[in-house]
């Protein structure tokens, strides 16, 4: 059953961004063939926007779902009240959610057609099939033009196969052979269906001859790397015959890709055959009859869908027609002999879900839970008469109603669950004989009718006394409240009891007994702390909540409750624990009220997301960061951002900071949208660690590859917050900032200033120098500030890779015709993409943006900033050594545009010796590099030729002797030295 996620590896698409492989994907998960997905994950909308009120309603049909350019409406029955719009799920740089869909949607069908050339064994099960239908049971004959018709079907089908082994030159001639061949049959069936009633060629129906040319011109055109073609023509397969395509020609692409739209049908006709079953008269006419009705409306469903998705590839997913629907059929016409009420309980199932749902296989709320419950909306009056009775004389005997055990074995498959619980309906006799196995003790002191009903949530086999059970036990519990009894409390506080509970929790489909029950635990919880440790204990891998949390209508008031049983990561480790997460987090903004206990689902889901992203291993750890950015999380963190207070908005950003970790491209997306103000907000009004989060990110954020976007985020920031002004905010934080901060919030400070005037020395630039110069002090900063003095360099040279690394070295060494490959090749294709986003405009945008940085440190900062970057090239640490290098560097490149003669002698007077010191040989070859380039750009300026260089020509030859292969700025430095 994983062949979808096989297809997708093939063709190298996983989920979400397909262009940048360093994301890892959440992957394929089995599925049985009844796995559905009746609630959407509401984070996962239209990636084309970031306006969240854009996003269009879901229509309410019955049948099948809506695609994923349709999104969901708020669960109804949450405390939250009316529903609100979720937000776009996309970075805004990257393709939208529409786009990721199409691809996907493309790469499984045209993946699957690619297997004839990759699998042998496919390759003849496809020939098998064809020759059975079409060629086994006529001779082939050119005598008419059906049998021209027949001819051109195996020719065409032969010269497929001779593509997989055509030698180069003969290859675009035999694919062209093939198209035509194939195509001559298409059309010459489609006239002839037109102009004739005749539906089938030498007894062979025409929908069989014609599904297997559709299915052999996907094949080739895949062949030839159209995989738009060939998926559209692989489509066409289930539109020419869908039963044939279904059952017995490609039966496992319709399992994957069709049967998740339509198994309300299957589950229809899986209850039907069930209700037949004690049918005597005349039951093998029904069951053909009801056979007969349910595959004409699933071949019907098929075709739809399958035209469906055409359109759609045709013209896009947003200009493609709604979704089909796919309704039950209405009448019970199969069938007379039966009752009449029974035509209530062919309710329409509407199982809700996206095609972004359907192709990454997000398994939510299992079908059988859904169908239960119209079940039992559909009750007739003998049925509630029955309950009513059965409360008053708690065990009535032969009282059956609907429970985990009477699903149906294919709905029973989705709960992807191997535990059994003993809450299963059973004959009340059964239920009796084991009624002994778990009794509380001490239920003397409690009403006859509430202590049955304790020893009956121990002990009964029988989902629907146990829920009544617990309908009695709360109203006792809620009397007693009023009273402050206890002993009630005591007697449900036991083990036996609690997991009792739990078994409903997972068994019951009755929203209000799973309310109840939920309610109930929570003030337990907060009574007896002992009562989270029997739940943990009882449900280690929190099966019985994610259950919960695929509700339609509990998820809320379950994730306060989970929130209360306090488990730890290693309990949560299902990927489908990130979009559950996301969509408390989303629709959490009210407080539930769970009797006495009153807490916010969005706490929860913090809580939550801390256990996601810090407490697995680091691998794991941003595993799950990267799901958040794929599903369109960055948009929901945004908003909280945004709207929550200032608690919130510290949450919401370290969460932010575990995305940035693990997909450092989302850095654009951020940069774009979040709210400068509210992380502004963080900085000014919260405590050390808020202030620190605001500031990392607000640093993260400047690591952009387009210097543009930089400026225009820089832009945003000045905006303020508080009626302040941005640059008095940073100046007061940077007074009363940590040490190891001064250097971070002093280029920040810097690139805020550089936006005025670049010329004039603000008093803010003067003490972003002195705070930088500061930091570089090696004599007195410890290593922490060391590296922050490091990275407030490279934020101010503005050089960074897509991903957000620092990219000012290799940017340098290229300049200098410095083979960077030769040296390190780790990080060479990310370097390589960075080379070619920088286009000739945004070179021009950097190079000016860095003059008049370097114009500005160097008027303003004298001579001070140079002596402590020199300082740190000779007694730094690593990384500010090599930092300080590459900051020397790039500003030497501009020296020459100081009007001040006296800065530029001085300039030359400090730098000239300190960077022939760097040629020495053991030195690193990159510094050296570097070193060579700076001297270069010196000596050019006028005057400095003549100055005391403290090389002799010999020293100079033997230093830049083996520099010149690998860079021309040895050979230029040798021209200007020996020519003094």
């Known amino acids: 059953m994983s062949s979808l996620h096989r297809l997708l590896t093939d063709e190298g698409f996983e989920r979400g961004n397909s262009h940048t492989k360093k994301t890892k994907q959440v992957r394929f998960k ?12 509401h984070i996962c909308h239209s990636r084309r926007s970031f306006d969240n009120t854009s996003r269009p309603k879901v229509r309410n049909v019955k049948g099948s779902s809506v695609s994923v350019t349709n999104s969901s409406k708020r669960p109804p029955g949450s405390d939250s009240g009316k529903s609100k719009n979720s937000l776009s799920c996309s970075r805004m740089d990257e393709p939208s959610m529409d786009e990721v869909a199409t691809r996907a949607v493309i790469s499984i069908l045209s993946g699957y057609a690619g297997k004839f050339s990759k699998d042998s064994c496919f390759r003849e099960t496809v020939r098998e ?22 001819t051109s079907l195996e020719l065409g089908m032969k010269s497929a196969e001779k593509l997989l082994i055509c030698p180069q030159g003969m290859w675009t001639d035999t694919f062209t052979n093939s198209i035509r061949l194939l195509t001559v049959v298409v059309a010459s069936l489609n006239s ?13 129906p025409n929908s069989h001859l014609s599904a297997c040319a559709q299915l052999y011109l996907s094949i080739v055109y895949k062949m030839e790397k159209n995989d738009v073609m060939s998926a559209k023509h692989l489509l066409q397969v289930f539109c020419d015959d869908p039963f044939l395509a279904r059952t017995h020609l490609l039966p496992e692409l319709w399992e994957h890709f069709f049967l998740p739209h339509l198994l309300h049908l299957k589950i229809w006709y899986g209850n039907e055959v069930e209700s037949l079953s004690g049918l005597y008269n005349d039951k093998d006419k029904t069951m053909k009859s009801l056979k007969k009705l349910y595959n004409g409306q699933m071949d019907k469903g098929t075709t739809l869908f399958a035209l469906y998705y055409k359109e759609w590839l045709s013209v896009g997913p947003q200009r493609a027609p709604p979704a089909p629907s796919v309704p039950l059929p209405s009448k019970r016409s199969y069938v007379s002999s039966r009752r009449g009420s029974l035509d209530s309980s062919a309710t329409h199932s509407s199982i809700s879900k996206s095609l972004y749902q359907t192709v990454f296989g ?30 008053e004389n708690h065990r009535t005997p032969n009282h059956r109603r609907h429970s985990k055990s009477e699903l149906k074995a294919e709905t029973r498959k989705t709960e992807h669950h191997t535990r059994l619980f003993p809450c299963q309906s059973v004959p009340a006799e059964t239920a009796s004989s084991s009624s002994s196995t778990r009794r509380t003790r001490n239920t003397h002191l409690i009403p006859g009718d509430v202590a049955n009903a304790i020893s009956t949530i121990c002990s009964s086999n029988n989902l629907s006394e146990c829920e009544i059970s617990i309908r009695l036990i709360i109203k006792a519990w809620l009397n007693n409240n009023l009273k402050g009894n206890s002993t009630l409390e005591n007697a449900i506080s036991k083990v036996p009891v609690i997991e009792g509970m739990l078994e409903v929790l997972f068994s019951s489909s009755c929203d209000e007994v799973l309310e109840l029950t939920v309610s109930l635990l929570a003030e337990l919880i907060t009574r007896n702390e002992a009562i989270r440790v029997i739940i943990l204990n009882s449900d280690p891998q929190l099966e019985i909540f994610s259950r919960l949390l695929r509700s339609t209508s509990l998820f809320l008031k379950a994730a306060v409750l989970l929130c209360l049983v306090k488990p730890n990561a290693k ?10 997460v996301l969509r408390v987090l989303e629709f959490g903004d009210q407080s539930q009220t769970l009797f006495s206990v009153k807490s916010s689902p969005q706490e929860a889901a913090y809580y939550f997301l801390d256990q996601l992203l810090t407490g697995f291993d680091e691998d794991k750890n941003l595993e799950n960061a990267r799901q958040i950015v794929s599903i369109g999380g960055l948009n929901l963190l945004v908003k909280r951002v945004d709207l929550g207070d200032i608690n919130e908005k510290n949450r919401a950003a370290s969460v932010i900071l575990c995305c940035i970790r693990a997909d450092g491209s989302c850095r654009h997306f951020l940069a774009k949208n979040l709210n400068k103000g509210s992380v502004l907000q963080l900085l000014l009004l919260g405590n050390q660690i808020f202030q620190c989060h605001a500031l990392t990110l607000l640093t993260e954020l400047l690591c952009l590859n387009r210097t543009s976007e930089k400026a225009n985020f820089l832009h945003g920031l000045l905006g303020g917050c508080c009626n302040l002004n941005t640059m008095h905010i940073f100046f007061i934080y940077l007074r009363k900032a940590r040490i190891e901060e001064r250097p971070i919030v002093a280029s920040l400070m810097l690139q805020l200033d550089l936006l005025g005037d670049p010329v004039q020395c603000s008093v803010y630039r003067k003490e972003a120098v002195d705070a930088l110069v500061e930091g570089l002090d090696c004599r007195v900063c410890n290593e922490k500030v060391q590296e922050q003095s490091a990275r407030a360099l490279s934020l101010l040279e503005g050089h960074f890779t897509y991903a957000g690394e620092a990219n000012a070295e290799h940017w340098l060494l290229r300049q200098a015709g410095f083979d960077y490959d030769s040296v390190d090749s780790s990080h060479r294709k990310d370097y390589f993409i960075a080379d070619m986003l920088h286009t000739n405009e945004e070179d021009g945008a950097l190079q000016k943006w860095q003059r008049e940085a370097a114009t500005a440190l160097i008027n303003c900062g004298s001579n001070r900033l140079l002596a402590a970057l020199c300082d740190s090239v000779s007694n730094g640490i690593p990384c500010l050594a090599r930092a300080s290098m590459v900051t020397i560097s790039w500003m030497s490149g501009f020296v020459h545009w100081i009007s001040s003669r006296d800065v530029k002698a001085a300039w030359c007077l400090t730098l000239i010796p300190r960077l022939a010191q760097s040629l020495n040989r053991d030195k690193a070859i990159e510094e050296r590099v570097l070193a060579c380039l700076s001297l270069v750009s010196v000596m050019k300026i006028a005057d400095c030729g003549d100055m005391m260089f403290p090389m002799s020509k010999e020293d100079v030859m033997e230093s830049l002797g083996e520099l010149l292969p ?15």
């Open 571 to 580: 309990q949560m480790i299902s990927a489908e624990w990130v979009p559950l």
């Open 192 to 204: 002839s269906a037109k102009g004739s009633s005749s539906s089938s060629t030498r007894g062979t």
């Open 362 to 391: 997000h398994n939510l709320d299992p079908p059988s839970l859904e169908f239960d419950e119209m079940n039992r909306r559909a009750m007739n009056e003998w049925d509630l008469e029955t309950e009513k009775k059965a409360s």
């Open 129 to 150: 099939k064809c020759y059975y239908l079409c060629f086994a049971r006529n001779g082939i004959s050119t005598d008419s033009n059906n049998g021209g018709i027949l």
């Open 30 to 41: 089995d599925r049985t063939e009844n796995d559905s997905i009746v609630l959407p994950i």
């Open 966 to 980: 690998l860079t021309w700025t040895a050979k230029e430095l040798i021209s200007m030295v020996t020519q003094r």
